[in-house]
């Protein structure tokens, strides 16, 4: 049974439909793992197993009777609590909604997961309104690495990260704002992909369109599985995307053309630790050995002079995204925040029509910079992150800054201009860390992430934590 924690989801799925595994046992030894380990890494906050376990019989019982099933009938999955799952409560990554009621829908992502066949068994930690790159909050406390409990999960999808290569859950729910689902991925050894914006229905969509719903699985196959699932147009976000016609799983299975991969290890802004740019030299090998062209890219960001303060500018403005989102609890119970969280907000309150007209000029700046950047390349490798995981009380920014390792360097960026990208682990740094590269392909190319990431991961090997 202890390997079904580290079995791919198409093979779990196999077996329930072949009638070789109950939904009702798989259940089950997803409810002992997260017994057994999540003491130690504090990844699901939320838990139903009774619900869970009526759930999984009730499939079980269809199964036998020969009805029809979705292919995810008996799953687990664990969702990210900044997103609604009915019949568990929402508390956004804060103390100051923990206590709120359950919700009474589902999310549009998370309805078409169980619309297949999903069990949802709880939810995971998150920071607050997901504002940090490390997962911690005054409600549930910090959720570890499964690689060493001294490091950070990363942020701000790091339950859900920390939860499957774990293997506390075979699939789970994310989400990325500034590479939210990439960096947990990265710093935990799993596969984080950031679709093109509006591939999955957001939940209630912010107007800077920065956000979006993600998959987070240990592997590309399991990934493009969930994505075949979730993706496609719906009327609670009118910026989503039709159906794109095709399996995204199907595509793993067709050879990738030859393409132009442009590779560039600094955006001219970062100083990249010698492990991660050794894991962006090996996965530029594999990329030669696979029959693609790879060549040096060296475009340096627009206004890399001033790049700490452009990041900062951003920050700003995400910072008035959740002001306004909880404008009346923060005005009528201040000290519910957690502090930290507070003096964001209380600077989001602060932003100004100037920092709104600066920001929206940088962005349109960084739409046209990367429409060049792909003008030569099919696709393009970096680092994920600078480093590998920083402490699980989060890193020490005012080093990163000095050393230029900001953790959300190579991410942001594509949040800010909608393109896919994919996080790929690729090794083991000398410490024993997860180190991982990132893919980014130009809008709608999710299917060549996925082939191209998949051909990555067969020759780098999946990651298993020492649990």
Not at 78 to 89: H, I, Q, T, W, Y
Not at 146 to 155: C, E, I, L, Q, T
Not at 216 to 234: F, K, N, P, Q
Not at 401 to 412: A, E, H, Q
Request: aromatic content about 6%; some cysteine.
């Amino acid at each position: 049974m202890s390997d079904f924690a580290f079995t791919a989801v198409s093979d779990l799925a196999a077996m329930i439909h072949a009638k070789a595994l109950s939904p009702t046992e798989l259940v089950e030894h997803f409810l002992d793992r997260i017994d057994k380990h999540n003491p130690d890494i504090n990844a699901v906050v939320s838990l139903d197993a009774d619900r869970s376990r009526a759930e999984a019989a009730t499939a079980t019982g269809n199964i036998a009777r020969g009805i029809t099933v979705g292919p995810l009938t008996g799953i687990p999955v664990v969702v990210k609590d900044l997103e609604n799952a009915r019949g568990f409560p929402t508390s956004r990554g804060t103390k100051a909604f923990c206590l709120g009621p359950d919700a009474v829908a589902d999310s549009v992502h998370v309805a078409r997961l169980r619309r297949a066949g999903a069990i949802v068994i709880g939810k995971t930690n998150a920071p607050p309104m997901g504002a940090a790159i490390y997962t911690d909050n005054d409600a549930f406390g910090t959720t570890r690495n499964p690689w060493n409990p001294m490091a950070s999960a990363g942020g701000s999808s790091g339950g859900s990260a920390a939860a499957v290569a774990a293997g506390l859950a075979p699939l789970a729910t994310a989400g990325d704002g500034g590479g939210s689902t990439r960096i947990p991925a990265a710093l935990c050894g799993i596969v984080g992909l950031k679709p093109t914006r509006g591939r999955i229905p957001a939940a209630s969509p912010a107007w800077t369109h920065h956000s979006c719903p993600t998959p987070m699985g240990r592997s590309v196959r399991d990934t493009a599985l969930h994505l075949d699932i979730v993706a496609g147009y719906h009327p609670a976000d009118t910026f989503s995307l039709p159906d794109p016609g095709y399996s995204y799983r199907g595509a793993l299975d067709r050879p990738s053309p030859r393409l132009r991969v442009g590779v560039n290890r600094t955006f001219g802004v970062a100083n990249p630790h010698p492990d991660i740019l050794h894991a962006v030299e090996r996965a530029t090998q594999s990329l030669r050995s696979l029959g693609h062209q790879v060549m040096d890219d060296n475009a340096a960001l627009p206004g890399a002079e001033t790049f700490p303060a452009s990041l900062q500018l951003r920050q700003q403005i995400l910072a008035y995204i959740r002001f306004t989102a909880v404008r009346d609890e923060f005005d009528s119970r201040p000290e519910d925040f957690e502090p930290w969280f507070a003096a964001i907000l209380d600077r989001g309150r602060a932003t100004t029509l100037d920092d709104l007209a600066r920001y929206w000029e940088y962005r349109s700046r960084l739409d046209v910079w990367v429409a060049d950047l792909f003008e030569p390349y099919d696709l393009l490798l970096t680092p994920t992150t600078p480093t590998t995981a920083w402490p699980a009380e989060g890193p020490d920014m005012s080093a990163a800054l000095r050393d230029r390792t900001i953790p959300i360097t190579y991410t942001s960026v594509f949040n800010d201009t909608g393109n896919p990208a994919i996080s790929i682990p690729m090794g083991l740094s000398a410490d024993g860390l997860p180190c991982a590269v990132q893919l980014i392909a130009p809008h709608h190319r999710d299917d060549l992430l996925l082939q191209v990431g998949a051909a990555l991961e067969r020759d780098a090997g999946q990651l298993r934590p020492p649990l």
